[in-house]
């Protein structure tokens, strides 16, 4: 399973033992739904429309019929039933579902925005996954001033603290760079690294039984119930070394290196899905939940994307750029870190860039109706950094960059178009400075996310590129996620 967003949105939790801490996490459960936040089936399984009852804005339907019945969740095909394997994509708009085969055929997938506050019965598993992240998201909405801190109503101690994935801590970052190597991935402000240590700092009750999770680490424990099992593209930026699959000796020696999850491969089994879960939906007993990563990995995966050189840039919310190379290159002035991927290495970055604010700019008509009118052999002449808020993290990492969208031409179809291509330039920046660094050049590149399906934005970026630029046969992170869950499956039975 794939949960979580590129640049990590960090938890800490308090850990309690035996059974307080089952009341304690009843009561966490409690606080978080500050109201009940209910959505229909997402379709995989069948499911009777109720009176009252919202239908999915937006769902493939599936492309096998799909049973769920004593021995869990099984297709029935030419051989009778077989395994299947579940990989779910939570992004920052919406969430999506992808079931693949042991040949990796997709056989279901869906997507759903996050649901508004309704009120219809929950009617299948993935239920309880898009509850936690819509709960998340309205954490977002209703607190726009972070920290953000949730607190036992009866005795006010600290629960669970959330952080935005691109909230900044600048009041930690002296302190981090104090024991880091210079330039490391975690010398910047929005890293997880020092989201923890400016918690720490504010010196909290029970600090020391905390434990750190990141958005996918908190909903895979929902699943599992191991409490801080990480993955190691996520932990990368708390100062983890996938390279030496060990936490340095300068972040180990820290008073809250205790906090820290234990970390695995991404696609490594954790262990079976809990009971109660299984039992309630009627899940196989060998049903097992896989660590996850991160989105943009998980969208590279899909790709299929295998050869040095090969680049995968996913347009989702935010720009992440993923460029397959022989060389390791990690730089915290400019954004650049280097994940692992067997033997080779994922080099990019995550700009604060992307669709999130064409969306925030134009609606789904209006971008599908102006972008036709573009034409894209010909330059922009418009110079825009289209970001929502202050800040940015790549290619150029500085928390107070400030958005610049103006001026603005009459026409909309000028202005989408200036938009769209001073993205393609802060992409074709990002590709420029990792080859001045040392990574293997781009020689070609696959586009994943929504963003993926404007041909006019192809178009325009592989003119500003200078590469080849087409949409990757799988789009979505989530069949990247399908793919984990299928090797983890494998690797547990011997194969």
């Not at 967003?5 to 939790?13: G, L």
């Not at 990141?214 to 895979?220: I, S, V």
């Not at 000796?249 to 809250?256: A, D, E, F, G, T």
């Amino acid at each position: 399973m794939e949960l979580g967003e590129e640049s990590n949105q960090p938890q800490i939790h308090t850990q309690k033992g035996g059974n307080e801490s089952h009341i304690e996490s009843e009561r966490v459960r409690k606080m978080l739904m500050l109201r009940q936040v209910q959505i229909s089936s997402f379709k995989l399984f069948q499911s009777p429309k109720q009176p009252g009852c919202c239908s999915s804005r937006s769902v493939t339907l599936p492309r096998t019929r799909l049973y769920r019945n004593r021995s869990g969740l099984r297709a029935m095909g030419g051989n009778g039933l077989e395994k299947l394997y579940l990989g779910m994509d939570f992004g920052t708009s919406g969430a999506r579902f992808t079931v693949i085969d042991e040949q990796g055929v997709i056989r279901a997938e869906g997507k759903r925005e996050y649901p508004p506050f309704m009120a219809c019965p929950p009617f299948s598993f993935m239920f309880i996954i898009i509850i936690t992240i819509a709960v998340m998201k309205v954490i977002e909405t209703l607190f726009k001033f972070p920290p953000l801190i949730m607190r036992n109503s009866e005795s006010g101690e600290v629960l669970c603290q959330p952080f935005l994935y691109n909230q900044s801590c600048p009041d930690a970052l002296p302190e981090v760079k104090s024991i880091a190597p210079a330039n490391h991935t975690v010398c910047s402000g929005s890293s997880t690294l020092c989201k923890l240590v400016s918690w720490w700092n504010l010196k909290l009750p029970n600090r020391e039984s905390a434990v750190l999770l990141h958005q996918a680490d908190w909903l895979l424990w929902l699943l599992h119930g191991r409490l801080g099992v990480s993955d190691y593209n996520n932990a990368l930026k708390v100062g983890y070394d996938p390279e030496s699959e060990s936490y340095p000796s300068w972040l180990i020696s820290q008073p809250y290196s205790q906090l820290l999850p234990v970390v695995q491969a991404p696609g490594t089994s954790i262990g079976n899905l809990k009971d109660s879960i299984r039992r309630q939906f009627g899940f196989p007993d060998d049903c097992i939940v896989c660590t996850g990563t991160t989105d943009s990995i998980a969208a590279f995966l899909a790709a299929r994307a295998t050869e040095p050189g090969k680049a995968v840039t996913s347009l989702g919310s935010t720009l992440a750029i993923k460029l397959l190379s022989t060389k390791r290159v990690d730089d915290a002035r400019y954004g650049v870190y280097s994940h692992r991927l067997d033997d080779k290495w994922l080099v990019g970055g995550a700009s604060n860039t992307g669709g999130a604010i064409l969306r925030q700019l134009f609606s789904d008509e209006q971008l599908e109706r102006l972008s036709r009118e573009i034409n894209p052999t010909v330059a922009s002449p418009l110079d825009y950094y289209p970001l929502k808020s202050s800040g940015e993290r790549f290619p150029i990492a500085d928390p107070n960059l400030a958005p610049r969208l103006l001026p603005r031409p009459n026409s909309d179809v000028e202005y989408l178009h200036g938009i769209l291509e001073s993205i393609a330039r802060i992409e074709g920046k990002g590709y420029k400075l990792l080859k001045e660094m040392g990574a293997t050049e781009a020689e070609e590149v696959l586009t994943a996310g929504g963003g993926a399906k404007n041909d006019k934005w192809i178009k325009i970026r592989e003119r500003v590129l200078g590469l080849p630029v087409s949409k990757a046969v799988h789009t979505e992170a989530s069949y990247g996620a399908s793919l984990l869950a299928l090797k983890g499956a494998k690797q547990k039975r011997g194969l």
